[in-house]
């Protein structure tokens, strides 16, 4: 399975920008999915994730209120709405997912349990 990431791209201090990630096999409806980023000269970043089973979200503490994930079945595409954008949220950002174990399989993956991965996507905030 791979992982297409779309949006990227240069924008200022306190803009906008929104992340699509569309998977190769299946639907979004199919896998848990998450987010991260890696900054230059860091380490890979948990930004946040959503379960498959829908409205179940977890975000880094940090990013909460600013970053929101959301899931359009009929565009079968997750997304990454970033508001109010700092220069240090300049990273590459790339989507992650997995398929559930189970249909009870409701809670949002641990980042260390993803095991598809998209290409990444560069986003720079300018200040």
């Known amino acids: 399975v791979s992982l297409v990431e779309s949006g990227g791209g240069l924008v200022q201090a306190g803009d906008s920008l929104r992340l699509a990630c569309t998977p190769s096999e299946r639907t979004v409806e199919d896998y848990h999915m998450g987010w991260f980023r890696q900054a230059p000269g860091k380490g890979r970043e948990y930004v946040g994730g959503?379960?498959?089973?829908?409205?179940?979200?977890k975000y880094l503490e940090s990013l909460k209120g600013r970053f929101t994930i959301s899931r359009d079945d009929a565009a079968n595409t997750w997304s990454l709405q970033m508001n109010n954008l700092l220069p240090e949220d300049t990273a590459v950002y790339y989507c992650?997912?997995?398929?559930?174990?189970?249909?009870?399989?409701?809670?949002?993956?641990?980042?260390?349990?993803?095991?598809?991965w998209g290409q990444g996507t560069q986003v720079t905030v300018s200040s």
């Open positions: 992650a997912a997995a398929p559930p174990k189970g249909y009870g399989d409701y809670k949002v993956l641990e980042p260390d349990e993803y095991e598809y």
């Open positions: 959503l379960s498959w089973f829908g409205p179940n979200t």
